[in-house]
T-cell receptor, first 110, second 108 residues
Framework: DGGITQSPKYLFRKEGQNVTLSCEQN?????MYWYRQDPGQGLRLIYYSQIVNDFQKGDIAEGYSVSREKKESFPLTVTSAQKNPTAFYLCASRGSYEQYFGPGTRLTVT | GQQVMQIPQYQHVQEGEDFTTYCNSS?????IQWYKQRPGGHPVFLIQLVKSGEVKKQKRLTFQFGEAKKNSSLHITATQTTDVGTYFCTNAGNMLTFGGGTRLMVKP
């Protein structure tokens, strides 16, 4: 989908465990984004990166961490500090002006 | 990021009826983008509006940007079941802020 892959599609974890969601793009885009979507809700920005080795917090960064060591990759770690981690996580990259989204990862933490 | 609010949150329409969703900001937007997310899917870019008062059409979809660049609307004429999904607006800055979306349901 638009050259952005997220894996896995579904992920299950036990409470207290950190989990890393992958996001890879082959669109040669500089900017990448992570969003969280709860059922019936909009998209909330977690982190974004405009260039390799640089990233900024979004509106709901607490309990999450990211890295941007390569242009193609922007993994998101959901830490045990995130109080309500169960959600649909969407990664996106930005072209000249529009965003291209990956298929998303549904994370369930029990 | 800049806050954008969308109304209504939900809309049920009979197939063939028109549908409109509105996006409002408390501050002036440099531009605005619209996305559509089908149930179970991911958002897909529809259009970007840049100029004050701009109107763009895509088949049965009409997008408008307000004169003051603080609001925008998406109007669908004669809805079809394929229009089902959630429509989001967002400011198009570096830190994109999405509205809560309007979920459209179409009864055949």
């Amino acid at each position: 989908d638009g050259g952005i892959t997220q894996s896995p599609k579904y992920l299950f974890r036990k409470e207290g465990q950190n989990v890393t969601l992958s996001c890879e793009q082959n669109l040669n885009h500089d900017a990448m984004y992570w969003y969280r979507q709860d059922p019936g809700q909009g998209l909330r920005l977690i982190y974004y990166s405009q260039i390799v080795n640089d990233f900024q917090k979004g509106d709901i960064a607490e309990g999450y961490s990211v890295s941007r060591e390569k242009k193609e990759s922007f993994p998101l770690t959901v830490t045990s500090a995130q109080k309500n981690p169960t959600a649909f996580y969407l990664c996106a990259s930005r072209g000249s002006y529009e965003q291209y989204f990956g298929p998303g990862t549904r994370l369930t933490v029990t | 990021g800049q806050q954008v609010m969308q109304i209504p949150q939900y809309q049920h329409v009979q197939e063939g009826e028109d549908f409109t969703t509105y996006c409002n900001s408390s501050t002036t937007l440099s531009n605005i983008q619209w996305y559509k997310q089908r149930p179970g899917g991911h958002p897909v870019f529809l259009i970007q509006l840049v100029k004050s008062g701009e109107v763009k059409k895509q088949k049965r979809l009409t997008f408008q940007f307000g004169e003051a660049k603080k609001n925008s609307s998406l109007h669908i004429t004669a809805t079809q079941t394929t229009d089902v999904g959630t429509y989001f607006c967002t400011n198009a800055g570096n830190m994109l802020t999405f509205g809560g979306g309007t979920r459209l349901m179409v009864k055949p």
